[in-house]
């Protein structure tokens, strides 16, 4: 990519801050006590969530002050706690990039008022149909991060509801093989999967400086029914994973899921690095469910430029521009483009339409 290709600049920078934040996540990864909390939906939160959130809108709203951001973290609890502020400031301003350059082009909260503000930024913020939206989850997968396992840092760009750029840094990605909560990184800092609309995705390794060279992702091979190997999450309270069961044994393809990760996010990389499925549905528990627009955005861009179609559970494509969550998405089906529509059928029966 040169500095004339489109977006050239927002994906330099969207990268570089997510291998910052990467590098700060890790660094917490080794600590007993990671100063866990509990969020209003009882998923664990953590100073690396909120220490990582305030590192990328620091880097994002100062190059691009006029953009919108949508982060999934407030800075409630740090207001009330002194002792968790104190050791999210010394998290969020303690990393930087080794590489002079690299680091000039970020920025790094000089305050801690402005710590909390720029975590609330991201808190206050909603994609509309004719915003420029940054939207990010700082650590996706906080439970499997806590145990060591996969997660992912998050962020992209979407354009009048439509995703332009998807960053995802995965610390704990090994470079090839098989996708596996238990397979990671020790050695390394993981892997960084990319993508900007129309331009194909890739993948690089993270590292403490400048990015490092990337190398494109193939295709997502077009496959037959029986040929669709899902990704799914069997620990997951909110999805019917007997409607999910249907869906395979309709299709003729194997289950239980050949491949189980919590992160969402990180299903979309590992069907991105073909690391052992190509697919995934989400048949909500509840009519009512809806996603987070961060638990999917950018994710969604990288598979869509490897071959794959993301829809809902009716087949209409997922609109971004809708606030804080895909509120007209009822449900995921994720597959390759030529065994989509087959899987969308096998979904219709398995909810009895």
Excluded at 106 to 111: A, G, I, K
Excluded at 128 to 143: C, E, F, I, Q
Excluded at 266 to 274: D, H
Excluded at 323 to 347: D, F, K, Q
Aim: net charge negative.
């Amino acid at each position: 990519m040169t500095a004339s290709t489109p977006y050239a600049k927002e994906l330099q920078l969207a990268s570089l801050a997510v291998q910052r934040a990467a590098i700060l996540t890790k660094e917490l990864l080794s600590a007993v006590d990671k100063g866990t909390l509990d969020k209003s939906d009882s998923s664990p939160v953590t100073i690396a969530d909120l220490a990582a959130q305030a590192s990328i809108i620091a880097a994002i709203h100062n190059a691009f002050p006029d953009d919108d951001i949508v982060g999934e973290e407030d800075a409630t609890a740090l207001r009330s706690n002194p002792d968790l502020l104190a050791r999210t400031w010394d998290l969020a301003t303690s990393i930087h990039l080794n590489d002079p350059e690299s680091e000039a082009l970020l920025h790094t909260p000089s305050t801690t008022s402005e710590l909390l503000d720029l975590i609330d930024l991201g808190a206050k913020g909603a994609c509309t149909p004719t915003s420029r939206t940054w939207t990010l989850d700082p650590v996706d997968g906080t439970a499997t991060f806590i145990r060591g396992e996969q997660y992912a840092v998050c962020l992209s760009l979407v354009e009048n509801g439509v995703q332009k750029i998807g960053v995802l840094g995965c610390p704990n990605l090994l470079q090839s093989g098989p996708v596996a909560e238990h397979r990671v990184d020790r050695d390394g800092l993981g892997q960084m999967i990319s993508a900007v609309v129309g331009q194909g995705a890739t993948i690089r390794p993270m590292g403490l400086g400048a990015l490092l060279p990337a190398r494109p992702l193939e295709i997502v091979p077009q496959v037959g029914p029986s040929d669709v190997r899902f990704i799914d999450t069997r620990a997951a309270k909110t999805q019917d994973l007997e409607a999910h069961a249907r869906v395979a044994a309709d299709l003729g393809c194997p289950w239980p899921n050949p491949v189980d990760l919590w992160s969402a996010q990180m299903r979309y990389v590992a069907i991105a690095v073909q690391g052992g499925c190509n697919a995934f549905v989400k048949v909500p528990l509840s009519p009512d469910y809806r996603s987070k627009i961060w638990d999917h955005a950018g994710g969604m861009l990288i598979v869509q430029e490897l071959g794959c179609l993301v829809t809902d559970l009716e087949g209409k494509p997922v609109d971004c521009s809708l606030g804080r969550t895909l509120a007209g998405c009822h449900g995921m089906v994720v597959g390759p483009a030529s065994v989509h529509g087959r899987i969308l059928e096998a979904v219709k029966k398995a909810r009895g339409l």
